[in-house]
């Protein structure tokens, strides 16, 4: 079933207005799902504007729905132990910021690509693991990996470059630190206060 089709389908029922048309929209595609109709795994779709998700709910709203948000994306708060939600998200045109999110587990986002902005992984108490297999470019800002408690393992494998600082600190038990295509790093590296950091894979890093 093609967008047009959903979104007339969506405007005879009355609900194609600004506020109504995601839930409607994620009611009408889990209704196809269960009824054997082929719809696309992630539909393409941006949005525009910042999103901020505080709770599990915001997380629900835009899941599997959008494939660019051109905007920043934080994330932070009680109750989101998981990203899956985000399984569908490739770019990202300004920061990414995951701060303060207790009970996040393990950040994958396996389709994203792009970051325009920073990254920052912040004072995540739950946080054990990152995994960005996709991520090759983040255009601007820092990447900053600070005071995760209970993170032991970064998986970059294709960032290429850090326009500015990378700053990997205070999380004390970080294992394996992977940037196998990392080349250039403008404003330098600082990996300090890891104490058990014991990989550190920085094989392409030239400057």
């Known amino acids: 079933m093609s967008a047009k089709v959903m979104t007339t389908a969506l405007c ?3 609900l194609c207005r600004p506020r109504r048309m995601l839930p409607a929209l994620m009611f009408l595609l889990s209704s196809l799902a269960l009824s054997g109709v082929a719809v696309a795994a992630c539909p393409d779709a941006e949005h525009i504007g910042d999103v901020e998700i505080t709770d599990l709910s915001q997380l629900v709203a835009i899941s599997d729905v ?4 051109r905007g920043s994306l934080t994330i932070g708060g009680d109750g989101i132990a998981d990203l899956n939600g985000l399984a569908c998200l490739e770019r990202v045109s300004e920061a990414l910021k995951v701060v303060n999110a207790p009970d996040l587990r393990a950040l994958s986002l396996p389709r994203l690509s792009f970051i325009g902005g920073g990254l920052s992984l912040v004072d995540n108490a739950g946080l054990e693991t990152v995994d960005l297999p996709s991520l090759s470019t983040l255009e601007e800002g820092d990447l900053t990996v600070r005071g995760n408690p209970a993170l032991r393992s970064i ?5 290429a470059d850090t326009p500015r600082v990378m700053t990997v600190t205070g999380n004390a038990v970080l294992e394996n630190l992977e940037l196998s295509a990392l080349s250039t790093a403008t404003w330098g590296i600082a990996v300090e206060d890891n104490p058990v950091l014991r990989r550190l894979e920085l094989p392409a890093l030239i400057q």
């Open 12 to 14: 005879t029922l009355g």
């Open 66 to 69: 959008f494939r660019t948000i």
């Open 155 to 159: 998986e970059l494998p294709r960032l």
